[in-house]
Every structure is written in C-alpha cells, then in structure tokens.
C-alpha cells in the first residue's frame, strides 16, 4: 500500500525550556554543569489521585506525575510540531487507515519487560477495554480498531475513519506505554505501582502523604527534545501532596519543598518580587476554562435564556479582581496556544439590559418575593455543582461574582461545593444547569470530545464530556470532517466553523486559560513543561549546591 511517511531526527540535545524569572518572560540563569544526586521534593496542590495509572479515568493529577515514570510514543515541540520518543518515525497510508510507527530498539520497561510493537497493542487494548474504566485514553482511541506487531518493531494502528488528530492523542500521558506484564495484574495493584520506560519508578505510594519515585538507572529512552540522554540526575523525587496554598509557598520559601504546583493569584503576584523563586507558567492545551449549559433540559434549552445567563456575567470585573493579572479573559471555546482558536468578544459583552430583555421574551417576566425571574409559577433556577478538588479557591470566588451579577438579571444560581466523586455523580445523573468542567486534550480535535452528539454518550468509566450536551448534525459533521482531513488549511476553516456554532449558540461562558503555574526554588535546574499538556518534566532536573 502506498504510503506518506513523516520521519523526523532524534534530537537529543536540544533544550526547549523557557524558565520565568519571577513572573516575566526574561530566562533564569543556569548554571554551565548539571549536578548528579540528591533528592527533588515536589509539592502538589492538585488532587491526589485514586490511582497512578492514567489509563484508568485519565484525569490531570494523574498526568503530573505519570509524566516521571511513563513515556509516550511521540511528543511534541515548543512550535507544535510532532516529534519522537519511543517511535522514531510514522508513516501513514494514502487512505488514511493505517498509520505504522517503527518503535525505539533497545528499550526495556523497568520490571524487565520488552518495550515492542506487542506492547502497545496491548496498552491499546487495555485502554479500550472497558473493565479498565479508561475516559480520557478511550475517547482519544474511538476510531482505533486494532493494533498489529508487523514485527518486533514495528507496530500498525488500523482506523475504522481518518483521525488526523491520532498523533496528538498519542502525545497525551492519559496514552502513555506500561509494561504488558504489569498490566495484566489486577487493576488495584497496577494503581499503586504501575511501570514504564521512564526516567523514574514508583517505589511507594504513602496515601494521603506522597509518591516516592526513584531514578531508573538503566533509562534510554528520552524524548527528541530532552536536554540530555542518560538516567536523570537526581536519585529521588518525594512528590507530597500539600492542599493548602499558603503553606505550599511558605514550604518553598523555607527550602521545605523545592517545586509547587497549582499556584494561586495570590501567591503569583508575591513571588514576582521575590529573586529565590523562579515561575513556569504553562497554560494547558485544548479547550478553555469555560462554563457548559446544560441544553438538554429547561432553562437552558432555549437559546435565549443562555444568552441572558452569559450577558448577565461580569466575568471581566471578576477576573481583574481576583486573578492580580495572572488570567487574560478568553472569549473562545479553546486555549490561547491553539493556534486554530478563534475568539469572539462581542458575544460575551457584560450587559444586564440585553439579558432583561431576552429573559422577557423567552416568557420568564414574573418575580418572586425575593426578586428571581419566574415563568408558570416556577423560579428560574439554576444548580451549579462545583468540583472543589479542580476549581481554585479563586475561581470559586469568581463563580460567587458570576452568582450575584447573574442574580440582578433574575437567576437564583445554586452554586453547591463538592468532593470530586460527588462531582462526577451529579454531572452522570444529570443534576446540574451549568458546571465548570476542565477538559485537557492536545490540539483543536477537543471540540470533537466537547460538542459532537457522541459526546453525551458515557465511556465505559460513566464519564461524558459534552456537559453543554449540544445535539446538532451541522456541527458534527462539520467535526468529523476536520477530524479527517489532512489539509491543515481546511481543518483550520472547519474548525472556525465549529466554534462559531457553539460560541454563537451560547452553549459555554468562557473564562480563561486553564491555568498551570509552577514556582520552584532558583537552586532547582533544568525543569520545564512538557510542549504536550504542560505536565513538568523532572528528567533534566537538577539541584544547585
């Protein structure tokens, strides 16, 4: 079969890191020799997760620190553009059906077992099998019918339709390899030590406290970007897991901890002033941060009640206020560091006037005692569940700003906290209007898993992902073509199209960019984000004594 083949050069000692003096975009100073040894203590302010195989769920705790022990197929560069790691090279057929990647020779996962082309056929099927509860690995695979081991190196992935968006999915450490002997264990003992290439192992998992990984003396396999090849050069990282905020950059101002995570306003704009600390910030790839409404259901099955609720929002005012600069508004139903995003700002202008006069004529002009719109007798009533393990205390005090602007125009806003088991019941049962549902996934195919019809139906973990629940044949047809093609224009077009159905259907409220801030001591060397989904990467870390 004839074939297109995309090969690209390892490119072992190029560096990509773009480290932030403070909060500006001027490069930390580095020392000329990295230093071996020691030990990294990270602090994370995620959630910790359930389980450390990303296969299973796929959630963005998961994904931080599965980035140290797991490798992906590809990655991707600071410009975006698809490059090796455990393939070196892919080819895909002239009918877009096939794509045959030729693997790594040489490299071992760490209980011993042969990285090969068996391999990934059998992390594929371990994510597209439904007892492992995968969500995020699985929908990036829906249009994978099988992989075949032409030979020990060479692995074919066979698709039921085009997917040009297949290499970005397999960026995503949600698709990372492990090891076919460590996954045909029962799933609990996989969660607590799960295997793979990478530049660390999981030693031991001390729940509610941290995550001891420890070097990988016998590593090979760096990505294309890396700064170095080898093992790392530290023996040890003690990821912590530290809830609060404050006593995350009081640990890394006393030398506590070496590296924070989930970084709040607050704590950004001290550390701009502070010459110990160094900040990564590293917005995450794939939708914006936005709230979804629910469209399948009253109110917001009428268009003109979701333009009201989203004109009556001053998300600006709350954004200035409580983000100190750290958050630029987003107007658009992706990131900023997709470059096919569009944005449109006239759709999301503050206006109480406008939301009056479309909750008139949407029938909602009656008021109860305490002044909400009421149409038939009943209040216009929205319940907002809210995950308190991924909405940042500043982003919950933005959606009580949203509450109150939302309550001039007539809304009664049921904002109600929740754990994020509680979360995910009330979004699967669907008791929710609206909800802020952060969704990661490398490149413009995001809009497929947000707003394509498929998306409202569960993946076998009971997770969907279109929360606005759009049902609307021009837009997945529009999606799907740009899920085929290989014209990079063309997808760019359809992609615009897309997004102006769902933006000019008011089906989200977009914030901003999915946050991702990272502060580390300025002893620490060699850290950077990941170009994929802006998980930090510890294998060229170093620590300056």
């Avoid at 975006?80 to 030729?102: Q, Y």
């Avoid at 799933?187 to 998992?205: I, L």
């Avoid at 149409?375 to 919950?396: C, H, M, R, W, Y």
């Avoid at 009330?426 to 707003?451: E, I, M």
Wanted: aromatic residues 8%; hydrophobic residues 40%; contains cysteine.
């Amino acid at each position: 079969m004839p074939v297109r083949r995309f090969a690209l050069p390892l490119l072992a000692g190029l560096a990509v890191a773009t480290l932030l003096a403070g909060c500006t975009s001027t490069p930390a100073a580095t020392s000329s020799t990295p230093v071996a040894g020691g030990k990294l203590v990270y602090a994370s302010g995620d959630a910790e997760p359930t389980c450390l195989d990303p296969h299973v769920g796929g959630n963005y705790p998961q994904a931080l620190v599965a980035t140290q022990y797991l490798e992906s197929l590809v990655s991707k560069d600071t410009d975006g553009t698809v490059i090796p790691w455990l393939a070196t090279e892919w080819k895909v057929s002239d009918d877009a059906l096939s794509w045959t990647f030729t693997l790594k020779p040489g490299v071992t996962f760490t209980d011993g077992t042969p990285f090969d082309a068996a391999a990934v056929a059998a992390n594929v099927a371990h994510i597209q099998n439904p007892a492992t509860g995968s969500s995020t690995g699985y929908l990036a695979l829906a249009k994978v019918l099988k992989v075949e081991a032409l030979d020990a190196q060479t692995a074919r992935f066979d698709l039921s339709e085009p997917d040009s968006a297949l290499l970005d999915s397999l960026s995503q450490p949600w698709l990372a390899m492990e090891s076919p002997t460590a996954i045909a264990r029962p799933q609990a003992d996989n969660c607590v030590s799960p295997v793979g290439t990478g530049p660390f192992m999981v030693k031991q998992w001390n729940r509610q406290q941290s995550i001891i990984l420890t070097r990988n003396d016998s590593y090979t396999s760096p990505p294309a970007d890396a700064g170095h090849t080898g093992p790392a050069y530290l023996d040890e990282i003690d990821w912590t897991f530290l809830p609060d905020s404050t006593s995350r950059y009081a640990a890394l101002q006393t030398s506590t901890v070496d590296m924070i995570d989930n970084v709040q306003p607050d704590i950004l704009s001290q550390a701009a002033s502070n010459p110990s600390v160094v900040a990564i910030d590293a917005p995450r790839p794939g939708a914006s941060n936005r709230l979804e409404l629910n469209s399948s259901k009253a109110p917001f099955d009428d268009a003109k009640v979701r333009e009201a609720f989203i004109r009556s929002a001053d998300v600006d005012s709350a954004v200035k206020s409580l983000f100190f600069g750290t958050a630029t508004r987003s107007y658009s139903a992706l990131s900023s560091v997709e470059k096919d995003g569009i944005s449109e700002p006239d759709l999301f202008t503050y206006d109480q006037s406008a939301a009056a006069s479309l909750l008139d004529a949407a029938g909602w002009t009656g008021r109860d005692a305490d002044g909400y719109r009421t149409k038939d007798g009943k209040t216009l009533e929205l319940a907002f569940p809210v995950s308190t393990n991924q909405s940042i205390p500043a982003e919950q005090s933005l959606f009580e700003q949203l509450q109150a602007t939302a309550k001039q125009a007539g809304f009664k806003v049921d904002l109600a906290p929740l754990d994020l088991s509680s979360w995910y019941a009330a979004l699967g049962s669907n008791s929710y209007d609206l909800v802020s549902a952060p969704y990661t996934k490398v490149g413009p195919d995001v809009l497929r898993v947000l707003f394509d019809s498929s998306g409202t139906v569960p993946a076998p973990s009971g997770y969907f992902a279109n929360h606005a629940q759009v049902k609307d044949p021009a837009l997945d047809a529009l999606l799907t073509r740009a899920s085929e093609t290989t014209d990079g224009a063309e997808a760019a077009t359809l992609y615009a199209q897309a997004q102006k159905i769902v933006l000019e259907g008011f089906y989200i409220l977009p914030l901003y960019d999915q946050q991702n801030h990272y502060l580390l001591r300025s002893a620490v060397k060699g850290v950077r984000a990941m170009p994929t989904v802006s998980t930090p990467t510890l294998y060229d870390a170093w620590v300056q004594r």
